[in-house]
């Protein structure tokens, strides 16, 4: 999967995802280390697999709620993080709006996970508003500048993104 809008470590990110090459506890416990527990370290509701971190974990899942509310796409489907990441979100008639609206779900899918790893590794309270503002910020810094063609506005932006889906 390539997307020229986002940085290299995002699309590296997106394989290591799609290949289930985090460091989740699950994966960590198949290739034999010994862990206290296997259970997600945010929510105790589920194992901490890659789709449970980064979709089905209740902080994770209020992320992607604000997300599509943001874009005014309404409620999230149920979809694998693997469809996600591969752009099976909403249709548009403009190939560069696929690719934005793809650029900011692997920024959410990047920011949940960094966000996990400060929850876990520095003991850092979730704040899923300030998260949801992270990947509002880290989306258009990002896909701004690597957007050849038409510069983003960030009143639009912030206001109505579902917009860049077809004026492109």
């Given at each position: 999967?390539?997307?020229?809008?986002v940085p290299?470590?995002?699309?590296?990110?997106?394989?290591?995802?799609?290949?289930?090459?985090?460091?989740?506890?699950?994966?960590?416990?198949?290739?034999?280390?010994?862990?206290?527990?296997?259970?997600?370290p945010?929510?105790?509701?589920?194992?901490?697999?890659?789709?449970?971190?980064?979709?089905?974990?209740?902080?994770?899942?209020?992320?992607?709620?604000?997300?599509?509310?943001?874009?005014?796409?309404?409620?999230?489907?149920?979809?694998?993080?693997?469809?996600?990441?591969?752009?099976?979100?909403?249709?548009?008639?403009?190939s560069?709006?696929?690719?934005?609206?793809?650029?900011?779900?692997?920024?959410?899918?990047?920011?949940?996970?960094?966000?996990?790893?400060?929850?876990?590794?520095?003991?850092?309270?979730?704040?899923?508003?300030?998260?949801?503002?992270?990947?509002?910020v880290?989306?258009?810094?990002?896909?701004?500048?690597?957007?050849?063609?038409?510069?983003?506005?960030?009143?639009?932006?912030?206001?109505?993104?579902?917009?860049?889906?077809n004026?492109?």
């Amino acid at each position: 999967m390539r997307n020229k809008l986002v940085p290299k470590k995002l699309e590296i990110f997106v394989w290591r995802v799609c290949k289930k090459r985090l460091p989740v506890k699950v994966e960590l416990d198949k290739r034999g280390i010994d862990l206290h527990s296997v259970r997600c370290p945010l929510c105790d509701d589920g194992l901490e697999t890659v789709e449970h971190s980064l979709i089905f974990c209740k902080c994770a899942m209020d992320v992607w709620d604000r997300v599509f509310r943001w874009w005014g796409l309404g409620n999230m489907t149920n979809l694998s993080i693997t469809e996600i990441l591969r752009g099976n979100g909403p249709s548009s008639p403009s190939s560069i709006g696929r690719k934005i609206w793809q650029g900011v779900e692997w920024v959410c899918a990047y920011l949940i996970w960094k966000n996990r790893n400060e929850m876990v590794f520095r003991g850092k309270c979730w704040n899923s508003p300030v998260a949801l503002n992270e990947i509002q910020v880290k989306s258009f810094d990002w896909i701004s500048r690597r957007l050849k063609k038409k510069k983003l506005d960030w009143h639009s932006w912030i206001n109505d993104p579902s917009c860049y889906l077809n004026s492109l």
